[in-house]
């Protein structure tokens, strides 16, 4: 069952009905400003932080799910009858519905009563607002009298003091409200430069700023007194809980439309020039008035909106493909693309899921979004990747995340992962593949950003990879630390505490507990690191490194394999997980998929074991499980990873994260039917037909996927902020279809279907449009290329030296007539 379709055409999904099985949500801004928007307009928004500087506050948990938002209320005022056009809160029969969520912006409307609105929402490209553009029409046949109101609750700045400090919040609530402009100042008289303001285009409405005059004692959002009465009552919030409503009386003739401008936004003012006059505790609005004039003018505003679509062409635009498969080309060329600006710009911080309070920028999270972000706004990664490394510690581990705001490190959910670090070496890797700017490597950078602690980038990276061999445990194996990928693999923790963190709690040394899954990154990182310093002339330390990676494949061989497949763990006893000798937890993915893409076992048929391995034990119809058997109760010694009932998150559900690992290294086997079809199990919009079991949004990836052993097996969660978004478009764009980003140019290497006759693909890399055409002559991944009419030895097209912008590339794929120097 599906509720609603994708038009691709205009790269938007369109729902048409609004009980989704959940709220399916969208992202407003992509820049600093953010809001979060679900099909029947709840959410909020916030300016670069979700937890601390949140303009308009969301309530989670409460019932019914999703409540709080952008909310229209049309009254007619000869009936006294209202309702919301979005749907949600009121929830009318509505004649016709239809929310579709583009890139960037969401567009709700709907008829009753044969009134017809359709709300815009979106963020102009620069700006630190966002516009609700309302058109109404009247479909009667005798006149109507309207009226609209709007509202949005204001959150009180720092979304978590907001929803416990009450004792001292609902007293400080402040807000001014000039020209129908309504200025929300909560703190602004003391420590904040900082306000928000909510405008409308229309020159005579009725306002309130305080939440129980708009709606009334012992009320809630679908039935708020003000908007009853037909009259909103000019209220003035002092203390309490402002929000900020306009009415605006709107009659229509038959079949007229007239349209109305509400305006949302966040402002800052220089310290010195916060009031106006300077000695009062009036807000200076001169530096926001002309921004606000601007944008409730419908030509801006149509304007602005044409050039997010062409921001969003141009950015789609880098990689546009067209395979047999529709479900492939819509992710690749709109949804997971988008999905991958979205995990770059929240992390894990702000979704349905994540609370925005929780987690800020994820170290290992952010390093990994960049695989699948790198190419769309190079300078904005590179940025990233200074923030980044300018928490890093001088030991080379690293906090596990930093808040946005303040770009500082913190301990809220515990460091000491020991995975940590190398992430870093795997995203600089992917930016300099993709732009070939070196330079970053010579950026000064500090560490736990201490200023005069700068050192260049790449001696960041050579500490990454010495905190391991800093960190080598019985078997020669990496020390796990706190966890590794697996957050929830705590072999360090033992907690029988209720309610103790398994993410900062440790009880043991850390000197036993071993990762086979940190031994398969660091042999991946390694290699990466070793090309790099190569690459600079650092012959011994490339050796070096090398020499270390070989030893650490020797050790996994030797004491990480089990058999038929690669060992998970030693635990804190020097006991196996993830072996044939447990009893429940016998096989997990991490290694199998991590140490086979990284090469560990390739030639000598350890890695298709391991292959075959997850294909018999872990590989189910909705994708593939972390392990199995699932716990069937908590494991001390194991923490977090027993904590959840089976089947779910990552006690054996299926983590679409690192599915995707699986896929590439069945890649690098040369396997492309059995990738593709790993591909095509967790792909949201091959699932879409099944929206009712999947239950999330069909155009983007979930974390997880039920598992078999539970019983909603199929059924997927906590949609969005993952990283799935950047493994999935990184496999299937770089493995499966093969267009690979490397030091020396464009690599062309598909492992694609058996079936597929071929593909085309436009890729824009380092200022150069590359047309690839790719035709299967015969079975097999051999790869014969022509350029520009020339054929050229091996899979790498060398970026152009003279200048040259656009490049014509024909491969041919299984083509019996080898060509020298290609794999
Ligand atoms: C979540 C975390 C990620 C971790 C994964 C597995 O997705 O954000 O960092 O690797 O869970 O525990
Ligand atoms: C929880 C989640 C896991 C996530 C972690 C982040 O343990 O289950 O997915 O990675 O929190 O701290």
């Known amino acids: 069952m599906k509720y609603g379709y994708f038009d691709d055409t205009r790269r938007e999904y369109v729902i048409t009905q609004p009980d989704t099985p959940l709220p399916w949500i969208n992202y407003l801004g992509c820049q600093a400003y953010f809001g979060i928007i679900s099909n029947t307009a709840g959410g909020y928004s916030f300016y670069r932080d979700a937890r601390l500087r949140r303009l308009t506050r969301y309530r989670y948990n409460n019932a019914p799910y999703d409540l709080g938002g952008r909310y229209i209320y049309l009254r007619d005022n000869e009936s006294s009858e209202f309702w919301s056009p979005s749907w949600q809160p009121t929830r009318h029969d509505l004649e016709k519905y239809e929310c579709r969520h583009g890139m960037g912006y969401s567009i709700i409307g709907s008829q009753y009563k044969g009134i017809e609105a359709r709300t815009r929402y979106f963020v102009p490209l620069d700006e630190n607002l966002e516009i609700w553009q309302l058109t109404v029409t009247n479909h009667r046949s005798s006149p109507a009298k309207l009226s609209t109101f709007s509202v949005v609750e204001f959150c009180l700045w720092d979304a978590q003091d907001d929803a416990t400090n009450f004792q001292r919040n609902f007293n400080i609530g402040q807000v001014e409200i000039e020209d129908e402009v309504i200025y929300h100042k909560t703190e602004y008289r003391e420590r904040r430069d900082h306000f928000a303001y909510f405008a409308t285009s229309s020159k005579s409405a009725n306002f309130d ?30 203390g309490w809980a402002p929000v900020g409503s306009h009415q605006v009386e709107l009659h229509l003739a038959p079949g007229e439309s007239k349209s109305i401008i509400f305006v949302l936004g966040y402002h ?25 004039a601007k944008y409730l003018d419908q030509k801006n ?11 969003w062409e141009g950015v789609l635009g880098i990689c546009q493909v067209e395979t047999p498969d529709s479900h492939t080309n819509r992710m690749v060329n709109i949804w997971n693309a988008y999905q991958c600006m979205a995990t770059f710009n929240m992390s894990r911080s702000a979704s349905f899921y994540e609370s925005g309070i929780g987690r800020g920028l994820g170290f290992r999270d952010s390093n990994q979004d960049l695989l699948g972000f790198v190419q769309m706004v190079p300078a904005r990664a590179r940025e990233r990747i200074i923030d980044l490394a300018s928490t890093q510690l001088p030991s080379g581990g690293a906090y596990h995340q930093y808040q946005p705001l303040t770009k500082r490190g913190n301990n809220d959910v515990g460091s000491n992962f020991n995975d940590d670090p190398h992430w870093l070496i795997i995203g600089v890797a992917a930016y300099l593949k993709e732009t070939g700017d070196w330079s970053i490597l010579d950026e000064p950078v500090p560490y736990d950003n201490e200023p005069g602690s700068e050192t260049p980038l790449f001696e960041h990276l050579q500490r990454s990879f010495q905190y391991t061999l800093d960190r080598l445990g019985p078997h020669g194996l990496p020390l796990i630390g706190r966890a590794d990928w697996n957050d929830c693999l705590n072999l360090n923790c033992f907690s029988d505490t209720p309610g103790q963190s398994f993410q900062t709690t440790t009880n043991k040394e850390g000197k036993v507990a071993e990762s086979v899954f940190i031994a398969g990154l660091f042999v991946l990182a390694g290699g990466e690191l070793a090309e790099i310093a190569q690459r600079r002339g650092l012959k011994d330390e490339a050796s070096r490194y090398l020499a270390e990676v070989k030893k650490m494949d020797g050790t996994v061989r030797k004491h990480g394999w089990d058999g038929d497949w690669f060992l998970r763990a030693y635990d804190d006893f020097g006991n196996k997980v993830g072996s044939r000798e447990c009893e429940e937890g016998k096989i997990f993915i991490e290694s199998q998929g991590f140490c086979s893409l990284a090469g560990i076992g390739l030639e000598d048929g350890l890695a298709q074991k391991s292959m075959n391995s997850v294909r018999q034990h872990l590989a189910t119809e909705h994708g593939i499980v972390l392990q199995q058997p699932p716990f ?25 994260h690192n ?16 990738a593709f079809d790993y591909y095509s199990r967790i792909n949201p919009s091959a699932r879409e037909s099944i929206s009712e079991l999947h239950r999330c949004e069909p155009y983007v990836y979930a974390q997880m996927i039920a598992g078999k052993d539970a019983p909603t097996h199929g059924e997927a969660k906590n949609s969005w902020l993952t990283g799935t978004a950047a493994w999935n478009y990184y496999a299937i764009t770089q493995w499966i279809l093969g267009i690979r980003t490397s030091h020396d140019g464009l690599e062309i290497a598909p492992v694609i279907p058996s079936t597929w006759r071929g593909f085309k693909a436009v890729r824009k890399f380092r200022g150069v449009t590359y047309h690839i055409d790719v035709d299967r002559e015969a079975e097999g991944n051999h790869v014969s290329l022509v350029v520009d009419g020339k054929a050229i030895n091996g899979n790498i097209i060398p970026v152009p030296a003279n200048g040259q912008t656009v490049v014509k590339v024909k491969a041919t794929l299984g083509s019996a007539v080898a060509v020298a120097g290609s794999r």
């Open 268 to 292: 800052e003012n220089p310290k010195d020039q916060k009031f106006d006059p300077p000695n009062s505790q009036t807000i200076n609005k001169k530096t926001v008035k002309l921004t606000i």
């Open 632 to 656: 069937s109760k908590y494991y001390l010694h194991l923490g977090e990873i027993s904590s959840y009932p089976p089947g779910y998150k990552e006690n054996a559900g299926i983590f679409c």
């Open 209 to 238: 700023t305080q939440r129980e005059a708009f709606l009334g004692p012992y009320r809630g959002w679908e039935s708020p007194q003000a908007v009853a009465n037909g009259k909103l009552t000019n209220s003035v919030a002092h």
């Open 301 to 311: 505003v149509d304007r602005a909106f044409e050039e997010l679509r062409a921001y």
């Open 659 to 674: 599915n995707p690992w699986v896929m590439i290294a069945e890649t690098r086997l040369g396997n492309g039917d059995a």
